[in-house]
């Protein structure tokens, strides 16, 4: 359906809860790149053919979600209520789950965590040590939410940071609060996100870019990866959110070729968000116009950096560029650009 309001985002999401009290259980697969190279497709095939055989379906939603945070321990799957974690799962182990925990009630200790250190089962993912201390801001969605749903995403209150934009504050008022808040760039330098955003606003021309770097080349890091593959609604409506701020009508998410799966999913996410009218044209209503675009990189790490990426999106070779002029004065394709 069309989204053209606030009230069609709160219309979704009561719908998305009142159908989930249906469920006596929810069962959270962790379907990242981390568990699907430990086969986490077999465990889910045989999870989903236990609940089939003991007629148990329409008890257990499923959810098929990002990374949870500790790949080591995958496949993982959470059964909530309870916050219970099964780790390193087989097929065997899935069907005597269900028969466990889904059939008769209770944990099915021999597959939770265990201590490593005191062997102690831990079967409340809030109790264990690696997580209790945490404390997940951008990757809160992680492991919780369905990755291909955006009526999900809506029911975490997704798009209503972009409804409350749009509806009740101008560019400059949201470039004053990302400037109270102290938000600054992670690549390294720290520059201050509102003075880059005030800047790019203040620039005059009719053409303005928004581009989320998500080449990610550091050797082990895949914090990019990670949101993408989880909740790349987030990442759309950060975007949404930024183009709104500085003026941009076109927003570009460039990712390495390695992130094969982060792809797909973000691709996903885009046409969803397209469909439901909250990418394109007029969006809630609004006078304001934004669409995003995926550029797929060749890996090189110097890409990472901003103008060495932007050579890259127009074909050239990504080396970077004399500054001044800076680009949120003259960036892709010589427009103004963050």
């Known amino acids: 359906m069309k989204i ?13 809860l009142h159908k989930e009290k249906e469920f006596q259980f929810t069962a959270h697969i962790c379907y990242a790149a981390g568990c699907i190279s430990s086969d986490c497709k077999q465990m889910k095939e045989a999870f989903l053919q236990a609940l089939e055989h003991a007629k148990l379906q329409s008890k257990v939603k499923i959810k098929l979600t990002g990374c949870m945070g500790a790949c080591t321990l995958g496949p993982t799957l959470i059964i909530n209520p309870g916050s219970t974690l099964y780790c390193n799962l087989n097929p065997a182990s899935a069907a005597a789950i269900v028969n466990e925990h889904i059939k008769k009630g209770r944990i099915a200790d021999k597959f939770c965590y265990k201590d490593p250190h005191t062997g102690e089962i831990i079967p409340n993912l809030k109790n264990i040590p690696f997580f ?10 992680c492991g919780t939410i369905d990755y291909a749903s955006i009526e999900e995403y809506i029911a975490h209150d997704g798009y209503f940071a972009i409804a409350k934009v749009l509806n009740t504050m101008t560019p400059l008022e949201v470039i004053a609060e990302i400037k109270e808040s102290g938000l600054r760039g992670r690549g390294g ?3 201050p996100t509102g003075l880059k955003w005030a800047m790019a606003n203040a620039a005059i021309s009719d053409q303005k870019y928004l581009i989320c770097n998500a080449d990610e080349g550091d050797p082990g890091a895949f914090m990019d990866r990670s949101l993408l593959e989880g909740d ?7 975007m949404l959110i930024g183009g709104y701020a500085i003026g941009a009508s076109k927003g570009i998410v460039y990712i390495r070729a390695e992130y094969p799966i982060a792809v797909e999913r973000l691709t996903m996410a885009i046409k969803a968000a397209q469909q439901s009218g909250l990418l394109g ?8 116009s934004f669409d995003i675009e995926i550029r797929i990189g060749a890996g090189a790490f110097v890409c990472g950096e901003e103008t060495a990426l932007m050579n890259s999106v127009e074909g050239r070779r990504g080396e970077p560029r004399q500054k001044p002029p800076f680009p949120v004065q003259s960036g892709l394709y010589g427009y103004p650009t963050v």
């Open 232 to 238: 790349a609604h987030t990442v759309i409506e950060g």
């Open 132 to 141: 209790k201390h945490q404390k997940k801001i951008v990757l809160q969605n």
């Open 189 to 191: 330098g720290g520059f």
């Open 4 to 16: 053209n309001s606030l009230h069609d985002l709160e219309a979704i999401k009561n719908d998305f």
């Open 281 to 288: 044209n007029n969006i809630l209503g609004s006078d304001f």
